[in-house]
């Protein structure tokens, strides 16, 4: 492979000692302790840079009223592994059966320093090579065309203390706090400072700007002592039960929903942050206005001179002044200590806040800098659990499983099987897998044809952004066509505007499987790889380019698929139709 390896872990370069691995971790949170694992596992150079004195420190500040939103299900009826952590959204992926969640927590919804602990014993037990205290504080390129991708990374810590490698791996999340910034924006408390007891708002009245999940936890704290609560954000609420978004508003937080809609006072505004101004009178209070009302003041007068809406038009929605205003507008990523030769370029519109990545989660400006865990969700944004522990445990193995191919000649694992059990695989991945389950319209089954259909290969978990570059992903050949196989919502079914519970949602015959609403198995079939110009063109919403044929395997209302007329003998008679083949097994 001509990978240029150093023959030891400490180097001089510009008069600078510089200790070498090739793999720097930034981030000991989850996605940066599962990659750990992985490199770990297969016995690579690698160090992991943790910011505090023990692992997940962001969990042990927030959520701030320690009440995680990710489920912790211990019961599922089932005793196959895989399927229940479909259903256990904390666990990280290892060998190790004392490393379960539902080993740390017998709550549904933990609390966040059982997370803590969690990630510590994960850090231990398996012994990761986390080097605590250590912030990096700088980060830039040294161009060298012996390196394995044509340049070398370079890291500064807070003692100035250097270090080198060939591939970069970014776990820090998001956690710098948006701040919107608008005259008077210097009253606004922020979530990360606020009070956390109830009674220090007792009696008082109180706005909140945002409408995610944040913020709606603060006002379920204090729902119950203050005169009533507003809230205020640019956008809509959007409810996950609607979305089918596990990061929108979800049902334990939404208490302040019924107090709006029951009228108890407490309600929710739209507006854009950005034109708001506050007041702060003689007393103290907090009056809203608008920043053009300001812009168009005498700056000689005096505050009573400042025009509030009411003065204009009477009924205005928040006329009442407040006694607090809370900033609970969710987090960043961090940019600041990323050198501008890696170009590490945020997205667009409400990717933002996330750094702009491929679909294999590789940085789009700088080979070999990738990007783990929250701060990645930009590839599936609103879409996918991509920016939450039950989903990018699963994207973090699919990038260590690419650079393995790329980096040490290990192909993508794989498994060869006669054609006839090619309906039983698919039945058992799509019964049983969670990668699947919980990275729904991302991560897929790839399936091989060998030559005549004799045989298939079976590659699990891929990144189906860039099934175009498969071949050169994962070093496997895909001349014969191939079956994809994804998890799938209708395509109509999730939005903030749907309406979910409507009479008649579920589709339960075979022949309407295509019209399913619910999460459910569907198999394209390609008799050639699809092209990357291909992928680019693809239907809007579809996760991949128009197949030669495609199958949807009907919803199920308890997410088993083994019914035999109802699933399999559809899945069969497909599957024989694209290869022209029996799939029937015989028994003398």
């Given at each position: 492979?001509?990978?240029?390896l150093?023959?030891?872990?400490?180097c001089?370069?510009?008069?600078?000692?510089f200790l070498y691995?090739?793999?720097?971790?930034?981030?000991a949170?989850?996605?940066?302790?599962?990659a750990a694992y992985f490199l770990?596992?297969?016995?690579r150079?690698?160090?992991v840079?943790?910011?505090?004195h023990?692992?997940?420190?962001?969990?042990?500040?927030?959520p701030?009223h320690?009440?995680?939103?990710?489920?912790?299900?211990?019961?599922?009826?089932?005793?196959?592994?895989e399927?229940?952590?479909?259903?256990?959204?904390?666990?990280l992926?290892?060998?190790?059966?004392r490393?379960l969640f539902?080993?740390?927590?017998r709550d549904?919804?933990?609390?966040?320093?059982a997370?803590?602990?969690?990630?510590?014993?994960?850090?231990?037990?398996?012994?990761?090579q986390?080097?605590?205290?250590?912030?990096?504080i700088?980060?830039?390129l040294e161009?060298?065309?012996?390196?394995?991708?044509?340049?070398y990374?370079?890291?500064?810590?807070?003692?100035?203390?250097?270090y080198?490698?060939s591939?970069l791996?970014v776990?820090?999340?998001?956690?710098?706090?948006n701040?919107?910034?608008?005259p008077?924006?210097?009253y606004?408390?922020?979530?990360?400072?606020v009070?956390?007891?109830?009674?220090d708002?007792?009696g008082q009245?109180v706005?909140?700007?945002g409408?995610?999940?944040?913020?709606?936890?603060?006002?379920?704290?204090?729902?119950?002592?203050?005169?009533?609560i507003h809230?205020?954000?640019?956008?809509?609420?959007r409810l996950?039960?609607?979305t089918?978004?596990?990061g929108?508003?979800?049902?334990?937080?939404?208490?302040?929903?019924d107090?709006?809609?029951?009228?108890?006072?407490?309600?929710?505004?739209?507006g854009?942050?950005?034109?708001?101004?506050i007041i702060?009178?003689?007393?103290g209070?907090l009056?809203?206005t608008?920043?053009?009302?300001?812009e168009?003041?005498?700056t000689?007068?005096?505050?009573?001179?400042?025009?509030?809406?009411q003065?204009?038009?009477?009924n205005?929605?928040?006329?009442?002044p407040y006694?607090?205003?809370?900033?609970?507008l969710?987090?960043?990523?961090?940019?600041?200590?990323?050198?501008?030769?890696?170009?590490?370029?945020p997205?667009?519109?409400?990717?933002?806040?996330?750094?702009?990545?491929?679909?294999?989660?590789?940085s789009?400006?700088?080979r070999?800098?990738?990007?783990?865990g929250t701060a990645?969700h930009?590839?599936?944004?609103?879409?996918?659990?991509?920016?939450f522990?039950?989903?990018f445990?699963?994207t973090t193995r699919?990038?260590?499983?690419?650079?393995?191919?790329?980096?040490?000649?290990?192909?993508w694992?794989?498994?060869?099987?006669?054609i006839?059990q090619?309906?039983n695989s698919?039945?058992?991945?799509?019964?049983?897998a969670?990668?699947?389950?919980?990275?729904f319209?991302i991560?897929?089954d790839i399936?091989?044809?060998?030559?005549?259909?004799?045989a298939f290969?079976?590659?699990?978990?891929?990144p189906v952004?860039?099934?175009?570059e498969?071949?050169?992903?994962?070093g496997r050949?895909a001349?014969?066509g191939?079956?994809?196989?994804i998890?799938e919502?209708?395509?109509n079914f999730?939005?903030?505007?749907?309406?979910?519970?409507?009479?008649?949602?579920?589709v339960?015959e075979?022949q309407?499987?295509?019209?399913?609403?619910?999460?459910?198995p569907?198999?394209?079939y390609?008799k050639?790889l699809p092209?990357?110009?291909?992928?680019r063109?693809?239907?809007?919403?579809?996760?991949?380019?128009?197949?030669?044929?495609?199958?949807?395997?009907?919803e199920?209302?308890l997410t088993?698929w083994?019914a035999?007329?109802?699933?399999?003998?559809?899945?069969r008679?497909?599957?024989?139709?694209?290869?022209?083949?029996?799939?029937r097994n015989f028994?003398?």
């Open positions: 492979l001509g990978l240029a150093y023959a030891s872990s400490l001089a370069v510009s008069g600078a000692a691995h090739d793999y720097c971790v930034i981030g949170g989850p996605s940066g302790l599962q770990q596992q297969a016995g150079d690698y160090v840079f943790e910011r505090s023990a692992p997940g420190s962001f969990f042990a500040l927030y701030r320690r009440k995680l939103i990710s489920i912790n299900k211990r019961y599922t009826g089932k005793s196959n592994s399927f229940n952590l479909r259903h256990d959204w904390n666990s992926l290892s060998h190790d059966r490393l539902r080993r740390y927590s549904f919804f933990p609390d966040a320093d997370m803590v602990r969690y990630l510590e014993d994960f850090a231990s037990l398996l012994k990761l986390v080097q605590y205290n250590t912030a990096i700088h980060v830039t161009r060298d065309r012996q390196a394995w991708n044509g340049h990374f370079l890291l500064t810590d807070q003692d100035r203390q250097n080198k490698c591939s791996l776990a820090t999340g998001t956690w710098v706090p701040v919107v910034n608008f008077g924006s210097e606004v408390e922020g979530y990360e400072t009070s956390i007891n109830p009674e708002f007792a009245t706005l909140i700007l409408r995610g999940n944040s913020a709606f936890e603060t006002a379920e704290n204090i729902l119950g002592v203050t005169n009533f809230m205020v954000s640019r956008s809509r609420v996950s039960w609607a089918h978004y596990v929108d508003l979800r049902a334990i937080n939404n208490g302040l929903l107090t709006y809609q029951l009228k108890s006072l407490d309600g929710l505004l739209e854009d942050l950005e034109d708001l101004a702060k009178d003689k007393k209070k009056h809203i608008l920043r053009f009302y300001l168009n003041r005498n000689s007068a005096g505050i009573d001179s400042v025009t509030l809406p003065d204009e038009l009477d205005f929605a928040t006329r009442a006694d607090r205003v809370i900033r609970c969710g987090w960043k990523f961090d940019f600041s200590i990323y050198n501008r030769s890696l170009r590490m370029m997205g667009k519109g409400n990717k933002k806040k996330y750094p702009q990545i491929k679909p294999s989660y590789e789009r400006s700088t070999g800098l990738f990007v783990l990645s930009s590839v599936d944004f609103r879409k996918s659990a991509g920016g522990i039950h989903g445990r699963y699919a990038v260590h499983r690419l650079l393995e191919n790329r980096h040490h000649g290990v192909p694992p794989s498994t060869v099987y006669p006839t090619l309906t698919i039945i058992k991945r799509v019964n049983e969670s990668g699947l389950y919980q990275m319209s991560l897929a399936i091989l044809l060998r030559e005549n259909a004799t290969e079976y590659l699990e978990e891929y952004g860039v099934l175009a498969l071949e050169t992903q994962t050949k001349p014969n191939l079956f994809v196989v998890m919502y209708g395509r999730s939005g903030a505007d749907k309406d979910v519970f409507y009479y008649n949602r579920a339960g075979a309407h499987a295509w019209q399913s609403n619910f999460l459910h569907v198999i394209y390609y050639r092209t990357e110009r291909e992928m063109l693809r239907p809007p919403d579809w996760p991949l380019p128009r197949p030669d044929a495609v199958h949807h395997i009907v199920d209302f088993d083994t035999p007329n109802a699933h399999i003998l559809p899945l008679r497909f599957l024989e139709n694209c290869l022209s083949t029996d799939l028994f003398a």
